[in-house]
């Protein structure tokens, strides 16, 4: 059971190239997430989604985009990449709708992203 | 705005030593309070909810509404204990507000 997968794990850009993280589960969760994290800031939430075919934005969504065409993935996209986008990026997963197993979110390995 | 601080970067103890991570948050409902901890080269994971009242790994955390508080205590700490423990916070949408995270180092 590998539970929330993410790709890749490295990667270095220059600035203004593009480029897309992908996260995948395979617990048939509704939920799923994007955040970065940066250090003294924390986790911030990029964008999430509520189930297959929905997107929201968080807390820092500029400069990124995202899409579920499918329940299992949720993909993170960069249009052109900026050295403020320097962070590891996590994906996160949850339950369904059910107040008590939504919070419990599930993480993946994280992608450690530099724009040059 | 809901909010989730914790206001030590860094928590330094000795093996054995009590340890007490500080949370504070501002919501003006009822809140949700978890704490979730990344160990060295593991994913994030949840440690604990407020709401099932348990102890894991010797931790525990009391929700104060009275002081908006939800601080995470061992009363003896060990190695294994060093990592990064995030406090967050479920406003009762679909997302958790994360605080800034406190890294605790626990020296043998």
């Known amino acids: 059971n590998a539970g929330v997968t993410q790709t890749p794990k490295f990667r270095v850009l220059k600035t203004g190239q593009s480029m897309t993280l992908l996260c995948a589960q395979d617990m048939n969760h509704e939920y799923m997430y994007w955040y970065r994290q940066d250090p003294g800031m924390g986790l911030r939430l990029i964008h999430y989604?509520?189930?297959?075919?929905?997107?929201a934005k968080g807390e820092v969504p500029d400069g990124y985009n995202v899409s579920r065409l499918k329940k299992q993935n949720f993909l993170l996209g960069l249009e052109s990449a900026a050295p403020s986008q320097t962070s590891v990026y996590f994906c996160?997963?949850?339950?369904?709708?059910?107040?008590?197993?939504?919070?419990?979110?599930?993480f993946g390995a994280g992608t450690r992203l530099s724009v040059l | 705005a809901q909010r989730v601080t914790q206001p030590e970067k860094l928590l330094s103890v000795f093996k054995g030593a009590p340890v007490e991570l500080k949370c504070n948050y501002s919501?003006?409902?009822?809140?949700?309070l978890f704490w979730y901890v990344q160990y060295s080269r593991q994913r994030l994971q949840l440690l604990l909810r407020h709401i099932s009242r348990e102890s894991i790994k010797g931790f525990t955390a009391d929700l104060n509404k009275g002081e908006t508080s939800f601080h995470l205590k061992k009363p003896f700490a060990q190695e294994e204990d060093s990592a990064m423990y995030y406090c967050?916070?479920?406003?009762?949408?679909?997302?958790?507000?994360f605080g800034t995270g406190t890294r605790l180092q626990v020296f043998p």
């Open positions: 967050a916070l479920s406003d009762n949408t679909d997302k958790l507000i």
């Open positions: 989604s509520v189930g297959e075919g929905t997107t």
């Open positions: 996160a997963s949850s339950r369904t709708l059910s107040d008590w197993a939504k919070n419990i979110q599930y």
């Open positions: 919501y003006s409902g009822s809140p949700e």
